[in-house]
Nanobody, 126 residues
Framework: QVQLVESGGGLVQAGGSLRLSCTAS????????MGWFRQAPGKNREFVAA????????YYAESVKGRSTISRDDAKSTVYLQIDSLKPEDTAVYYC???????????????????WGQGTQVTVSS
């Protein structure tokens, strides 16, 4: 079965950077677009970023646009999320998810994603 495993979370000071990774197994990686979502305590899960092909296109939430980069390495079945200039409001559990190519709907909605990882905690201290 498909498995997504995130890593790279941790505790970082405001203004710092993190690079999250998500490695997939059990499916043909390049048959899926990949997305990152996050969920802070007491809040709904929200979209962060998505990437269709290794050459793009990419999509970002306004809250991280300009200070984050999503990328993928199909040879490693891995998607990355680099976030710079971290803020305390970036504190959340970050999840990766896959979305079969050809599925209708926009990339910002979690409903269009099929498989989810277990999440990795990111905590930004002020």
């Amino acid at each position: 079965q498909v498995q997504l495993v995130e890593s790279g979370g941790g505790l970082v000071q405001a203004g710092g950077s993190l690079r999250l990774s998500c490695t997939a197994s059990g499916a043909t990686f390049n048959n899926y677009a990949m997305g990152w979502f996050r969920q802070a305590p007491g809040k709904n899960r929200e979209f962060v970023a998505a990437i269709v092909w290794s050459t793009g296109p990419t999509y970002y939430a306004e809250s991280v646009k300009g200070r984050s980069t999503i990328s993928r390495d199909d040879a490693k079945s891995t998607v990355y999320l680099q976030i710079d200039s971290l803020k305390p409001e970036d504190t959340a559990v970050y999840y990766c998810a896959d979305r079969p190519l050809g599925v209708s709907g926009n990339y910002y909605s979690s409903n269009s994603y099929l498989h989810w990882g277990q999440g990795t905690q990111v905590t930004v201290s002020s």
